[in-house]
Structures are given as structure tokens and as C-alpha cells.
């Protein structure tokens, strides 16, 4: 049955996690395909923001990548697609060979389907090696490690729509919704907050969301522990906890309470720099709220402590009750339209499908049933591991639409690093800072050429689907990975379709068994959706938690300041964050027209008051320098900051930010500390 009808072919937004839908439709020129709004969509009801808006300016982009590439004497060639496959087989051979499967890694990319981050990481099982990963190892690692230890599932508790109808107030730490989820702050937040609702932001930057937010907590950054700390003291003191929710579904209270008994709050606001009486009243607010929801995003998550920052959350949530009904709950914003299916579907170095640790034997068979081969036991390498470990004991890389040159922290060292390995092959759409080190380059076919599933930040799965034809020489991940697997293998990886490669997810997850893609339709599936009459949950946890005696666990955390602190020489702490208008490393958004003339360079925020000391007009280029490199990016002057922070954004490869930030790892989750590096600000 066609997928097209007269007014287009409904799909998702290929940006961010809040998973609008929209129709696609061909133009009259050869390539060119439009948007217009789908009304029903499920999550943002026809409206998009201005990144989904101009999404389709990168489809017929005439920089898209349209025949393989190899290298020879240091120059790309244009190849067969059966040159490239002969030659990617013939070196991942023969590195496992003289080397051993776990020199080899695999990234998986949140741009690309559930069915094809599947595949990527049962090739990469397949091979031997646990060394694959994705993505949201730089996001929201920390979130998801916290989640699973305390509650039991690494995703957001509750839905969007539940929590513009009952939150009574938005606890926002960490997290820009107006500018990095503007149809989720939009659509649900926003008319919260029209109807009411009490909203505190917790951000060391002013932005969108904190004008909108009845109250600012602009901490200083790494210092949320602390804050919440506070909050959470004055929780216990004024005895606004739900001792009823905590007796009965939650362990570890007891040990958390005493964390807290010699706390000094006025020495904990000091560090924060946050005055004492808003947080007295931002704990009110929460703590007496009949629905208090709290969102997080990377400014909780990437931090060196970030594990322990999300789990503070989690002590707030459980502390007063606030899990387990529409309106509440501990919610992480998640950035890319599929980092929450790229680790549902394991594309993790510590997890299979569903979420299966590689140490659990029982669960592990049944997943090597139904593949037909032993799965390897051997701990894996995170991503940033990966990178670190290249020329040493990784040799060949397999990069499915990820730039780790411009995403990954020290990112200087990582480009050195890369360039010693043995033999490296990236698929994307565009010529990428990191297909340019490759020995081989895939030209991968675009959002709107493709069909499969996405999964969005509420745990939504909806299909994708392909809008016009496959351009040029270029072939979908799917068919890539399954031509690969199968030529290396010989079986294991005949899928004709999306479709196929989904029924075999169902088998091997537990969450999404109860999908097919005749259910997902057009409104999609909230996970967990365990058979065929489970209609999915919006909200988890209305009975018990999924941990394994079913009780949340309650944990005190201490004040862990950033692994590297402001000094003499590198005085200003440097933070960074998303902008509305682009994404991730710029590979799409800063190929957009439309996105480029509202945002055409990186820029970095400084305090009137650092820019006089300094001499910085507001406009005038500037050089940032960390122990780890150097950038020119244009200084703003403005409050956005208080004196001694400043603020850039990672998307610009032209000013490459990560660079200079640190990649000191959580110890827990690995997650990279982005969000606070020593630098200095150096005017010519
Ligand atoms: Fe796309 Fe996110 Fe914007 Fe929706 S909010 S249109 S998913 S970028």
C-alpha cells in the first residue's frame, strides 16, 4: 500500500526529541520537497519551530554527498558501491584478524532510526566488540544511569500532554525548552503557564525560558547539588514531605536525611550564588504544590557529577511524592528526534536491546537465541573512550552519522587521535570535519528519503516515512549496514525493509513487544507497550517503581565543584548550551538558508563588567583559550551571565567550541564535563 497520498506523506521532524509531525510533499523540480503542517499530528498538532520549518532545505542541498569515496594517496575518489563494501569488509577483517574484535568501534547516530541503530550495534555484536555507542553518551547518559538506578527506567516519567493538563508547577533545571524544544515549551509549557502554572528555572544563562519563568535561579555553574541541597533541607525542616509516598515507596530515606543533618544552607546559596529567599520560595512552590514536574536537560547532565546532579532531582521527586501521577514526575528533555530509541534499542557499550546489562546471563541468551550467535561479554568502550583509546587499542572506526571532531570535548585531541587509526568509514549526508579524515565515506540517504521508527522524548515511537526518491548514488543506512553485515557474515542481516528489521526489535525488547507498524499508524506508541492490546503508558510508575524490589531509592549527594576551577591563568568558568536555531555540530542546520541568516556565527556571552576590565567592545572578536586550545568567536556583551562566566555554543565548525572544553568523564555514565571549563578571554 503507498504511503503518499494527494497532500503528502506524514513523517517527524529530523531535529530535535520533541518528534513534531509533518507532511511531505515533491515539488516540480527533480528533488525539491515541501512541508506543509499535519494538523493531527500527535505531538505538536501542525506547529513547528523554525529548525522543522526549514528542515527540508537539506534534502536536495547541492553539497550532498551523492557517490562513495575512498582514499587513495591521501585524495578522495569517487568509488563503486561494491569498491567501498569490498574494501570495508576486506579492513574490518583484517583488523579483527591481527588484532582482535575490540579494536574496531562502531558509532551510532540519534539522526538515524531505531531500525538502523539496531542493526549498527548487532553488527558491531556480530563482529565481537561491546565497543559501540551513540550519542547521547554527550547528553543525557548521566539522566538515563540515574533513572535506572533509582526508578527503574531510563526515560521521561510522564508525557507532555499530561503535564500541560495537571502540573500545577515546572521545575526547569538545566533545561531551555523556548529555544531547544520550542514546539514542547509552545504547545505544552507555555500554556501551563498562561493557565497558571509556577514555573522556576534553574540556569546559569538568562534565556527565553527564564524570561517566561516566574522565578530564576541563575546558579553558577556546577553548583546544582548544592542548590538542590537547599531546597531539599527546606523541605525536611518545614516538613512538606509526603511521608506516606516515602514510607511506602521509597528505600533509603533514613541515610538521605542524615546527608542533610549538619548542612549549612547559607554557606550552600554562597556557593550557588543564588539569594537564600528564592530558593525558600521556589522550595514552597515545589514542595506544596498539589503536581510538581521537574525537566532536565544537559545543564544537569554534563557534568563530571552529572550522575549525581540527576539523582538530587530524583531525591526531590520522591522526597514529596511527585512520581507516579499526571503532572509530575523527573522529565529529561531529550535533544536529538532519536537519542531515546538509539538506547532503547541498545547502541550502548553496557547494554543490549532493551536495556539488557551485558553481565546478565539469562537475559543474554534469550537475545542470542533469537540472533543465532554468542554475544560478547567483554565490557565495552563509551564513545569519548573510543576516541581517547584510537592509535593505541582501537585501530578502525565505524562513524554512522556522527562528527565526534566537533561534538566531543578536547576536540583537538580527538581529531589527533582519529587521525591514527588504521582505517576509518563514515555514511552521512554531507561532507562532515570527520568523513574528511575517513578512508572511506558513504553517502547516506536524508530524513525525508527514508521510512522506519523514531522514538521521541515522552517514549514515543512514530514511523518515519519516505517522502521522495533516493538521489544520486545514495543508499539509506538500513541497506548499507544489512549489505555490510551480510557480506561479513554471510547471515543475520537480511532485512528488505524497515519494517522487518522493527519485528525483530519486538522480539528481542520487552518494551516495544506490543508494537507492529500497522499499530504505530499515525499517532505512534508510548512505551512500555508489552503486547498487542497495551496501549502504552503515558505516565510510569503509578503503582511501583521498576527496580527490583520495586521501591524508589532515595540517595544524598555532595557538592562536587568542576574538575577544573577558574584560576590565575584561565579565570572565567566557560559553559555552553544549544541555540534555538541550529543543532548538534551544524552538519544540517548550518547548511539552512533560513536558520543562517537568523544565527550566522557562534558567538560568546561576556558581563559588561569582565568586557570593561577587558577592554572588549560588544561585537569585537575575541580569542578563547583553555589548556586545550584556542577559538576566535565574536564577544557579546550583555547580563546573560553573571562576571566570571561565559557562554558559547558548540555548533559552529568554523569555531569549533569543544575545543576548548574538558573531557574529564562522570564516573558513573561517562558523560563528558561540557558545562564547565577554565578559559580566559584574549583580546588582540
Ligand atoms: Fe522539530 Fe523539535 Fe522544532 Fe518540533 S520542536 S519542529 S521536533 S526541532
Not at 574496531?104 to 550495534?121: A, I
Not at 531551555?176 to 509556577?198: G, K, T, V
Not at 562528527?403 to 576536540?411: F, M, Q, V
Amino acid at each position: 500500500m503507498s504511503e503518499k497520498s494527494e497532500d503528502g506523506v506524514n513523517t517527524i521532524c529530523p531535529y530535535c526529541g520533541v518528534g513534531c509531525g509533518l507532511k511531505l510533499h515533491e515539488g516540480d523540480e527533480q528533488g525539491e520537497v515541501n512541508i506543509k503542517p499535519w494538523f493531527e499530528a500527535p505531538v505538536n498538532e501542525g506547529a513547528l519551530c523554525i529548525k522543522g520549518g526549514a528542515a527540508t532545505e537539506v534534502v536536495d542541498h547541492e553539497e550532498r554527498l551523492m557517490d562513495p569515496l575512498i582514499r587513495e594517496d591521501g585524495e578522495f575518489r569517487e568509488a563503486t558501491w561494491d569498491e567501498a563494501f569490498e574494501l570495508i569488509t576486506d579492513e574490518m577483517q583484517r583488523i579483527r584478524d591481527e588484532r582482535g574484535p575490540d579494536a574496531m568501534g562502531f558509532f551510532g547516530s540519534s539522526k538515524c532510526t531505531n531500525e538502523e541503530n539496531y542493526l549498527l550495534q548487532k553488527l558491531a555484536r556480530r563482529y565481537g566488540t561491546n565497543n559501540v555507542d551513540n550519542c547521547t553518551r554527550m547528553c543525557h547518559a548521566s539522566t538515563v544511569a540515574a533513572l535506572r538506578q533509582s526508578l527503574g527506567m531510563g526515560a521521561m516519567t510522564n508525557s507532555m500532554r499530561d503535564l500541560r493538563e495537571a502540573a500545577d508547577v515546572f521545575w526547569i533545571q538545566g533545561a531551555n525548552p523556548a529555544e531547544q524544544h520550542p514546539i514542547a515549551h509552545s504547545q505544552y509549557f507555555r500554556q501551563a503557564i498562561l493557565e497558571d502554572a509556577f514555573v522556576v528555572q534553574v540556569d546559569p544563562h538568562v534565556n527565553k525560558t527564564s524570561r517566561d519563568a516566574d522565578l530564576h535561579l541563575q546558579v553558577k555553574p556546577g553548583t546544582d547539588i548544592p542548590l538542590l541541597n537547599v531546597v531539599l533541607k527546606m523541605i525536611l525542616d518545614n516538613d512538606w514531605v509526603d511521608e506516606e509516598f516515602i514510607e511506602a515507596r521509597t528505600e533509603g530515606y533514613e541515610e538521605f536525611v542524615e546527608t542533610l543533618d549538619e548542612f549549612d544552607s547559607e554557606e550552600a546559596a554562597e556557593i550557588c550564588g543564588v539569594p537564600l529567599e528564592d530558593i525558600q520560595r521556589a522550595a514552597e512552590e515545589y514542595a506544596t504544590a498539589e503536581n510538581a514536574a521537574i525537566f532536565t536537560g544537559m545543564g544537569m547532565s554534563q557534568h563530571a557529577c552529572g550522575t549525581d546532579n540527576v539523582q538530587n532531582l530524583i531525591n526531590l521527586a520522591l522526597a514529596t511524592g511527585n512520581l507516579g501521577r499526571p503532572g509530575t514526575g523527573v522529565n529529561p528533555l531529550r535533544g536529538q528526534n532519536n537519542v531515546q530509541g538509539t538506547c532503547d534499542v541498545g547502541t550502548m557499550y553496557n547494554t543490549f536491546p532493551g536495556y539488557i546489562p551485558i553481565d546478565d546471563d539469562e537475559k543474554r541468551k534469550e537475545v542470542e537465541e533469537v540472533w543465532g550467535f554468542e554475544l560478547p561479554t567483554t565490557p565495552g568502550l563509551s564513545n569519548v573512550e573510543i576516541s581517547k583509546a584510537a592509535g593505541d587499542t582501537v585501530h578502525g572506526l565505524y562513524v554512522m552519522g556522527e562528527n565526534p571532531i566537533i561534538s566531543e570535548p578536547n576536540a583537538n585531541e580527538v581529531k589527533r587521535r582519529l587521525e591514527q587509526l588504521e582505517f576509518m568509514v563514515v555514511q552521512d549526508i554531507f561532507m562532515s570535519e570527520t568523513a574528511e579524515l575517513a578512508d572511506v565515506v558513504l553517502p547516506a540517504t536524508s530524513w525525508a528519503e527514508r521510512g522506519g521508527t523514531v522514538t521521541n522524548t515522552d517514549r514515543r515511537v512514530q514511523r518515519m516515512r519516505a517522502a521522495t526518491r533516493v538521489p544520486g548514488n545514495t543508499r539509506h543506512d538500513l541497506d548499507i549496514l544489512t549489505e555490510v553485515g551480510t557480506r561479513l557474515f554471510g547471515d543475520g542481516f537480511e532485512f528488505d525493509a524497515p519494517e522487518a528489521v522493527f519485528e525483530e526489535i519486538r522480539q528481542v525488547m520487552p518494551i516495544y513487544h506490543g508494537m507492529t507498524y500497522d499499530r504505530l499508524g499515525l499517532e505512534g506508541l508510548q512505551w512500555p507497550c508489552y503486547d498487542k492490546d497495551d496501549e502504552g503508558d503515558p505516565y510510569l510508575y503509578q503503582e511501583t517503581f521498576e527496580t527490583a524490589n520495586g521501591l524508589g531509592k532515595m540517595r544524598g549527594v555532595e557538592h562536587q565543584p568542576p574538575k577544573e576551577v577558574p584560576d590565575e591563568e584561565y579565570p572565567f568558568v566557560l559553559t555552553t548550551a544549544r541555540l534555538e536555531e541550529h543543532y548538534n555540530t551544524g552538519t544540517m542546520s548550518t547548511r539552512s538558508p533560513t536558520l543562517n541568516r537568523r544565527t550566522p556565527e557562534n558567538f560568546v556571552d561576556v558581563h559588561p563588567e569582565d568586557a570593561e576590565r577587558l577592554g572588549i567592545e560588544d561585537e569585537q572578536y575575541v580569542k578563547l583559550v583553555s589548556r586545550r586550545g584556542e577559538v576566535v568567536v565574536k564577544a557579546n556583551v550583555n547580563e546573560n551571565v553573571e562576571q566570571g562566566v561565559i557562554w558559547s555554543t558548540p555548533h559552529f565548525a568554523d569555531s569549533p567550541i569543544n575545543q576548548l572544553t574538558n573531557d574529564v568523564l562522570d564516573p558513573v555514565a561517562k558523560i563528558p564535563e561540557y558545562k564547565a571549563s577554565a578559559a580566559r578571554v584574549d583580546v588582540d
